[in-house]
Protein backbone atom coordinates (compact mmCIF):
# COMPACT_ATOMS: atom_id res chain seq x y z
CA UNK A 1 0.00 0.00 0.00
CA UNK A 2 2.47 2.41 0.83
CA UNK A 3 4.29 1.75 -2.23
CA UNK A 4 1.43 2.52 -4.33
CA UNK A 5 0.37 6.07 -2.51
CA UNK A 6 1.65 8.25 -0.30
CA UNK A 7 0.91 11.08 1.88
CA UNK A 8 -0.09 14.06 0.32
CA UNK A 9 -0.94 12.30 -2.87
CA UNK A 10 -3.99 13.80 -4.60
CA UNK A 11 -5.94 11.15 -6.51
CA UNK A 12 -9.35 10.47 -7.99
CA UNK A 13 -11.74 7.40 -6.82
CA UNK A 14 -15.02 6.21 -6.89
CA UNK A 15 -17.27 6.37 -4.05
CA UNK A 16 -18.29 2.57 -3.07
CA UNK A 17 -20.08 3.48 -0.13
CA UNK A 18 -21.78 6.03 2.39
CA UNK A 19 -21.75 5.74 6.53
CA UNK A 20 -22.74 8.05 9.00
CA UNK A 21 -19.05 8.71 9.60
CA UNK A 22 -18.01 9.33 6.21
CA UNK A 23 -17.87 8.02 2.71
CA UNK A 24 -15.71 4.86 1.66
CA UNK A 25 -13.38 5.48 -1.68
CA UNK A 26 -12.02 3.00 -4.14
CA UNK A 27 -8.31 4.27 -5.19
CA UNK A 28 -8.12 1.13 -7.65
CA UNK A 29 -9.66 -2.36 -7.88
CA UNK A 30 -7.36 -3.25 -4.32
CA UNK A 31 -7.16 -0.55 -2.44
CA UNK A 32 -9.52 1.60 -0.91
CA UNK A 33 -9.93 4.77 2.13
CA UNK A 34 -12.17 6.17 3.96
CA UNK A 35 -13.12 10.14 3.82
CA UNK A 36 -14.23 10.99 7.64
CA UNK A 37 -17.53 12.97 7.58
CA UNK A 38 -15.26 16.09 8.74
CA UNK A 39 -12.88 15.65 5.33
CA UNK A 40 -16.12 16.02 3.08
CA UNK A 41 -16.19 19.46 3.22
CA UNK A 42 -15.93 22.98 5.48
CA UNK A 43 -18.70 23.79 7.80
CA UNK A 44 -21.20 20.89 9.67
CA UNK A 45 -22.38 18.08 7.11
CA UNK A 46 -25.24 16.51 8.66
CA UNK A 47 -26.21 13.99 6.08
CA UNK A 48 -23.19 12.94 3.71
CA UNK A 49 -26.17 11.87 1.13
CA UNK A 50 -26.93 14.94 0.67
CA UNK A 51 -23.26 15.75 -0.76
CA UNK A 52 -21.99 12.50 -2.06
CA UNK A 53 -23.59 9.35 -3.78
CA UNK A 54 -22.31 5.95 -4.44
CA UNK A 55 -20.57 5.65 -7.66
CA UNK A 56 -20.00 9.41 -7.62
CA UNK A 57 -16.22 9.76 -8.65
CA UNK A 58 -14.26 12.62 -6.23
CA UNK A 59 -10.74 13.97 -5.86
CA UNK A 60 -9.43 13.26 -2.72
CA UNK A 61 -5.85 13.99 -0.81
CA UNK A 62 -4.06 10.94 0.87
CA UNK A 63 -3.67 12.43 4.79
CA UNK A 64 -2.95 9.32 7.10
CA UNK A 65 -1.57 5.76 6.06
CA UNK A 66 -1.69 2.98 8.29
CA UNK A 67 0.29 -0.11 7.17
CA UNK A 68 -0.26 -2.42 10.16
CA UNK A 69 -4.04 -1.53 9.69
CA UNK A 70 -4.19 -1.50 6.31
CA UNK A 71 -6.51 1.61 6.23
CA UNK A 72 -5.84 4.97 4.59
CA UNK A 73 -7.25 8.21 5.38
CA UNK A 74 -8.67 10.27 2.58
CA UNK A 75 -9.51 14.09 2.76
CA UNK A 76 -11.73 15.49 0.18
CA UNK A 77 -12.04 19.20 2.19
CA UNK A 78 -8.44 19.45 1.83
CA UNK A 79 -8.79 19.92 -2.10
CA UNK A 80 -11.12 22.93 -1.75
CA UNK A 81 -10.30 26.41 -0.92
CA UNK A 82 -11.51 27.58 2.60
CA UNK A 83 -14.35 29.85 2.99
CA UNK A 84 -13.54 33.57 4.39
CA UNK A 85 -13.88 33.62 8.06
CA UNK A 86 -17.24 35.17 8.71
CA UNK A 87 -16.98 39.18 10.39
CA UNK A 88 -19.52 41.72 11.36
CA UNK A 89 -18.74 44.57 9.11
CA UNK A 90 -17.56 47.69 11.32
CA UNK A 91 -17.46 46.56 14.04
CA UNK A 92 -14.26 46.94 16.23
CA UNK A 93 -13.00 44.02 17.58
CA UNK A 94 -12.82 43.72 21.61
CA UNK A 95 -9.79 42.17 23.46
CA UNK A 96 -10.65 39.29 25.74
CA UNK A 97 -10.10 41.70 28.66
CA UNK A 98 -12.19 43.94 27.38
CA UNK A 99 -15.19 41.67 27.00
CA UNK A 100 -14.99 39.98 30.50
CA UNK A 101 -14.86 43.73 31.94
CA UNK A 102 -18.36 44.40 30.14
CA UNK A 103 -19.88 41.09 31.57
CA UNK A 104 -18.51 41.58 34.98
CA UNK A 105 -20.26 45.07 35.23
CA UNK A 106 -23.63 43.36 34.73
CA UNK A 107 -23.03 39.35 35.51
CA UNK A 108 -20.16 38.67 37.93
CA UNK A 109 -21.04 40.40 41.00
CA UNK A 110 -20.34 38.73 44.45
CA UNK A 111 -23.07 36.61 45.93
CA UNK A 112 -23.41 38.67 49.05
CA UNK A 113 -24.44 41.62 46.73
CA UNK A 114 -27.16 39.93 44.84
CA UNK A 115 -28.75 38.12 47.79
CA UNK A 116 -31.05 40.48 48.68
CA UNK A 117 -32.03 41.10 45.69
CA UNK A 118 -32.90 37.85 45.13
CA UNK A 119 -34.86 37.51 48.51
CA UNK A 120 -36.79 40.65 47.12
CA UNK A 121 -37.83 38.89 43.81
CA UNK A 122 -38.38 35.61 45.35
CA UNK A 123 -41.53 37.06 47.56
CA UNK A 124 -40.39 35.27 50.58
CA UNK A 125 -40.80 36.94 53.55
CA UNK A 126 -37.79 37.33 55.86
Known amino acids: MA ?3 VVGDVLT ?3 T ?3 PYGAFVALDENTQGLV ?3 E ?3 GFVKNIVELLSVGQE ?3 KVLEIDENASKISL ?3 ALQERPPMKRKENAPRKSLQARVDEKDAVGFNSLKEKLQDWIDQ ?3 KG
Do not use: A, C, E, F
Open 36 to 38: HIS
Open 40 to 42: ITY
Open 3 to 5: DKY
Open 122 to 124: SGI
Open 75 to 77: SIR
Open 17 to 19: GIQ
Open 13 to 15: GKI
Open 58 to 60: VQV
